[in-house]
């Protein structure tokens, strides 16, 4: 069975362009009931260890600068099959790629600054979930 989270971060660049609103009325309108967020800030650390299964690709360092860079929106959200369709509502990661009327293509600048992450799998959603969130943060 699929499961019925997924996780999300808004990213430092559209934070920066003031994009905070418009992406969870996005996230809102697809039907995602957000059960844990925070506004706060990774350190170079902790983006790195966010992004570890990344550390080989020649995109890693800048990644890990990018993400760091300031601060982020984190958010558990939850709907059936959260996973595949918060991928769907978010778009490719290049947003020259993106789907018209999803959130990369709206807000995101390029493939680095692509506006908002979401979690590839069941698995990974929990696992990063977790990096983020205590269970006393997250409200069913
Ligand atoms: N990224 C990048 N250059 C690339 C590919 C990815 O800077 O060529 C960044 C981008 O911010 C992306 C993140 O690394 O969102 C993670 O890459 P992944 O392939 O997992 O894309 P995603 O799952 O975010 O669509
Ligand atoms: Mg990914």
Do not use: W
Not at 2 to 20: C, E, L, Q, S
Not at 77 to 87: I, M, P
Not at 100 to 125: C, L, Q, V, W, Y
Request: net charge negative; no cysteine; aromatic share 10%.
């Amino acid at each position: 069975m699929k499961g019925n989270r997924t996780f999300t971060m808004i990213k430092p660049d559209a934070v920066k362009a003031g994009h905070i609103g418009a992406i969870l009325a996005k996230i809102n309108e697809a039907g995602f009931k957000i059960v844990a967020m925070k506004y706060t800030k990774l350190s170079a650390e902790k983006a790195g260890e966010f992004y570890a299964v990344h550390s080989a690709r020649p995109f890693y360092g800048e990644l890990v600068e990018f993400m760091s860079s300031g601060p982020i929106v984190a958010a558990i959200l939850e709907k059936d099959n959260a996973v595949e369709d918060f991928r769907d509502l978010i778009g490719a990661t290049n947003p020259a790629d993106a789907k018209p009327g999803t959130i990369r293509a709206m807000f995101a600048k390029n493939i680095g600054e692509n506006a908002i992450h979401g979690s590839d799998s069941d698995e990974n959603a929990t696992i990063e979930g977790t990096f983020h969130f205590s269970g006393t943060e997250i409200f069913a």
